[in-house]
């Protein structure tokens, strides 16, 4: 007899308190390579830049995060706009749109005086949730209502880390303050620290930084490695996926691996 069982939504929030650190770029690529290996992927925008809202091609979006958040009643399901990648909607790949600046720092002042302000997110997931295998919330460095949200509804978290003593001081603060939200220890959250944008190069740096990951998280660093590349800054002008405007370059391959590393830590 077999017996059919229910996959749990992993809701993975990326995040660091650091600002550059390749937050976005890693929700809005590993977002799109979960999709092509078939799982059902929503983006979340919570970064008060829009840069994944953008990525996407959804700036112009008619509903955003906040209509949901704001109140109880929206049909959040309204706010899901499929990602356009290469000028076609994908269907495995959504995006909820965040705003520019001036708008979310306002909705931040305006979810204060909200009951359940720091529940709103999770409360809606709940209603949509069964629909996908992953939710990604980028995020931006700050600490906020928005914020809260974020980790809140999270089931996991995705810290990508140059290895610099202020990005790694990051993950470490953006860590305590889960564990203040979450009433948790620790070894009770569920994470992976990824290194980013490191370069081959820099020598002093490639020790300092893994030798900081061995030591303090031998068990949470990821096996992949995302190298310091042009192909990224390329891509992300042209709101394209690394590996959709390049996919022979070596580093088109990087998300890949860690979207197979990600989908394997259940
Ligand atoms: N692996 C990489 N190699 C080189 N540049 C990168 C890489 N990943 C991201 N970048 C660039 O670094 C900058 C910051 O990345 P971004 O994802 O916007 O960071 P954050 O969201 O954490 O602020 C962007 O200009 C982006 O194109
Ligand atoms: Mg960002």
């Given at each position: 007899m077999?017996?059919s069982?229910k996959l749990?939504t992993?809701?993975?929030?990326?995040g660091?308190?650091?600002?550059?650190?390749?937050?976005?770029?890693?929700?809005v690529?590993?977002?799109?390579?979960?999709?092509?290996?078939?799982k059902r992927?929503?983006?979340?925008d919570?970064?008060?830049?829009?840069?994944?809202t953008?990525?996407?091609?959804?700036?112009?979006?008619e509903?955003?995060?906040?209509?949901?958040?704001?109140?109880?009643k929206?049909?959040?399901?309204?706010?899901?706009?499929?990602?356009?990648?290469?000028d076609i909607e994908?269907?495995n790949?959504?995006i909820i749109?965040?705003?520019?600046?001036d708008?979310m720092?306002?909705?931040d002042m305006d979810?204060?005086s909200l009951?359940?302000r720091?529940?709103?997110?999770?409360?809606h997931?709940?209603?949509?949730?069964?629909?996908?295998?992953f939710?990604?919330?980028?995020?931006?460095?700050?600490?906020?209502?928005?914020?809260?949200?974020a980790?809140m509804?999270?089931t996991?978290?995705?810290?990508?880390?140059?290895?610099?003593?202020?990005?790694l001081?990051g993950v470490e603060?953006?860590?305590?303050h889960?564990?203040d939200?979450k009433?948790v220890?620790e070894?009770?959250?569920?994470f992976?620290?990824?290194?980013?944008?490191?370069?081959?190069?820099a020598?002093?740096?490639?020790d300092?930084?893994?030798?900081y990951?061995a030591e303090?998280w031998?068990?949470?660093?990821?096996n992949?490695?995302i190298?310091?590349?042009s192909?990224f800054?390329?891509a992300e002008?042209?709101?394209?996926?690394a590996s959709v405007?390049n996919?022979g370059?070596?580093a088109a391959?990087y998300?890949?691996?860690?979207?197979?590393?990600?989908?394997?830590n259940?």
């Amino acid at each position: 007899m077999t017996t059919s069982m229910k996959l749990l939504t992993r809701i993975i929030m990326i995040g660091c308190r650091k600002g550059g650190v390749t937050k976005t770029t890693t929700t809005v690529n590993l977002g799109y390579e979960l999709s092509q290996h078939g799982k059902r992927v929503l983006v979340l925008d919570f970064d008060g830049q829009g840069d994944s809202t953008k990525f996407y091609g959804r700036e112009d979006s008619e509903f955003y995060i906040g209509d949901a958040l704001l109140d109880r009643k929206f049909d959040i399901t309204k706010a899901i706009y499929p990602a356009i990648i290469n000028d076609i909607e994908q269907e495995n790949l959504h995006i909820i749109p965040g705003r520019r600046g001036d708008i979310m720092t306002k909705l931040d002042m305006d979810m204060i005086s909200l009951t359940r302000r720091e529940e709103r997110l999770k409360l809606h997931l709940d209603k949509i949730k069964d629909n996908y295998d992953f939710i990604l919330i980028d995020t931006n460095p700050g600490t906020s209502v928005l914020g809260l949200n974020a980790v809140m509804a999270a089931t996991e978290y995705l810290f990508p880390t140059e290895y610099k003593e202020h990005s790694l001081d990051g993950v470490e603060t953006l860590l305590e303050h889960i564990q203040d939200v979450k009433f948790v220890e620790e070894e009770e959250i569920k994470f992976m620290v990824v290194p980013s944008k490191i370069s081959k190069t820099a020598k002093k740096a490639l020790d300092y930084g893994t030798g900081y990951l061995a030591e303090r998280w031998p068990n949470n660093t990821a096996n992949t490695t995302i190298w310091d590349r042009s192909l990224f800054t390329e891509a992300e002008m042209e709101h394209e996926p690394a590996s959709v405007i390049n996919r022979g370059h070596v580093a088109a391959r990087y998300y890949k691996e860690l979207a197979k590393e990600v989908i394997a830590n259940v």
